[in-house]
Structures are given as structure tokens and as C-alpha cells.
């Protein structure tokens, strides 16, 4: 099946810095991937939708320039937290769309926490 | 719009006996509907989905859901828990139309507990 992988796992860092989140399909190619965040006993919710090669589309209430995506290849989409504050502590998913596939993928997930 | 509604957001069973996890949903377009399952701390995974083909969808572990276009519901059942099944499971939509195609809406989720 396809596999997503997240790096990394958990990441703490202080408030003001700045954090990266890759997300990578292992054996397929990616043409859409999903940025979601899940805050404690919540939902997931879909944060922005990248395309290979274009720019991110964000959803309404998402701050563009403090959640980064770039899409730079069929595998590898990064999400980059700006300036990192206590309430962008969360729960970030990724979630991969091949071409064959009419599911998406979910990677495992990073947990940040900004102290 | 679309939007998904998990009208349980616990159910407590005991081993053994059935499972029931309800949910309802809205879209304005032919919609094609997941079940995930997320344990704590670890990512989704799909338990089973159904995209307009048969309306009783069997997935993995033993679950299955049925399609109810009449009563715009995709409940998730099992007949026999089990203490593995403990987890947060998660009613999604997909829209299949229009400028947001492909894009996921997740219920609010269910805590599913199994006591022995």
C-alpha cells in the first residue's frame, strides 16, 4: 500500500523560532498533498492543499505567511511554522493524492509543541 | 458545503458486543464517504470508504457501513467488539465536484472504549 512518512515525530522548540515539517510519499508520487492540524480531542482540519510545482492554496482563517508549504517535488512537501507561538502548538497531518489512487494517504503525523 | 455530523462523540461497548458509530452528512454533490481510525498518538488509517459503487461497504477488522442516501447516513458497525478496537474514529466526506474537488471534510470524531 502507499506509504506517507512524516519528520519529525515530535519537535519542541521555543516560542519565536521557526520549525519544518516534511511530508514524503515513499513509493508513489504525490501529485495533491493536504496540511491538516488537530488541536487536543478535536477533529482534524484541513489546513491548505498543495499541487506539485504551484503555489498552496490555503484555507479561509490560515495565515500564509505564518504556515509555509512549498510542494517542490511529486514526493516531498514541507510546511515551515514561522515565528512559533504557544498556540501553534498542535497536532500537523499531511496527507498524499496520487495519480492512481482515489484515496489520500495520511502520514503519522507531527506533534509540535512550543514552549 | 458539505459537512459531517458524528452524533456520538463517546460510545462505551463491552467485548463482544456490537459496535454502532453514527454518522450524518450533507453535500451538495454526489459525496463519496470514509471511515478512519486513529489510535493515540499515531495517524489515520482507513478503515473503509465508499464512492457510489455498493452501498454496503465492508472494510477491514471486521467493520462495515451502509449508504443511506434517504437518510443522508454512512453508519459504522461491527458485531463484535474487541479491546483492540478501542480507538477515535473519524466519519469523512469527499466532495466529487466543483472547484473543491478531492477535498476531505472530517466529523467531529467518536471515542469508541471496549471494556473487558
Known amino acids: 500500500g502507499a506509504v506517507v512518512s512524516q519528520h519529525p515525530s515530535r519537535v519542541i522548540c521555543k516560542s519565536g523560532t521557526s520549525v519544518k515539517i516534511e511530508c514524503r510519499s515513499l513509493?508513489?508520487?504525490?501529485?495533491?498533498m493536504f496540511w491538516y492540524r488537530q488541536f487536543p480531542k478535536q477533529s482534524l482540519m484541513l489546513m491548505a492543499t498543495?499541487?506539485?510545482?504551484?503555489?498552496?492554496?490555503?484555507e479561509q482563517g490560515v495565515e500564509k505567511d505564518k504556515f509555509l508549504i512549498n510542494h517542490a517535488s511529486l514526493t516531498l512537501s514541507t510546511l515551515t511554522v514561522t515565528s512559533a507561538h504557544p498556540e501553534d502548538s498542535s497536532f500537523y497531518i499531511c496527507?498524499?493524492?496520487?495519480?492512481?489512487?482515489?484515496?489520500?494517504?495520511f502520514g503519522p503525523g507531527t506533534r509540535l509543541t512550543v514552549l | 458545503a458539505q459537512s459531517v455530523t458524528q452524533l456520538d462523540s463517546h460510545v462505551s461497548v463491552s467485548e463482544g458486543t456490537p459496535v454502532l458509530l453514527r454518522c450524518n452528512y450533507s453535500?451538495?454533490?454526489?459525496?463519496?464517504l470514509f471511515w478512519y481510525v486513529q489510535h493515540p498518538n499515531k495517524g489515520l488509517q482507513l478503515l473503509l470508504k465508499?464512492?457510489?459503487?455498493?452501498?454496503l461497504v465492508k472494510g477491514i477488522n471486521g467493520f462495515e457501513a451502509e449508504f443511506k442516501k434517504s437518510e443522508t447516513s454512512f453508519h459504522l458497525t461491527k458485531p463484535s467488539a474487541h479491546m483492540s478496537d478501542a480507538a477515535e474514529y473519524f466519519c469523512?466526506?469527499?466532495?466529487?465536484?466543483?472547484?473543491?474537488?478531492?477535498?476531505?471534510?472530517f466529523g467531529q470524531g467518536t471515542i469508541l472504549t471496549v471494556h473487558p
Open positions: 498543495s499541487n506539485e510545482g504551484s503555489k498552496a492554496t490555503y
Open positions: 469523512v466526506v469527499r466532495r466529487a465536484g466543483g472547484t473543491s474537488y478531492g477535498k476531505l471534510t
Open positions: 465508499y464512492t457510489s459503487a455498493a452501498t
Open positions: 513509493d508513489f508520487q504525490a501529485t495533491t
Open positions: 496527507s498524499a493524492l496520487g495519480r492512481n489512487y482515489n484515496e489520500q494517504f
Open positions: 453535500s451538495s454533490y454526489s459525496p463519496s
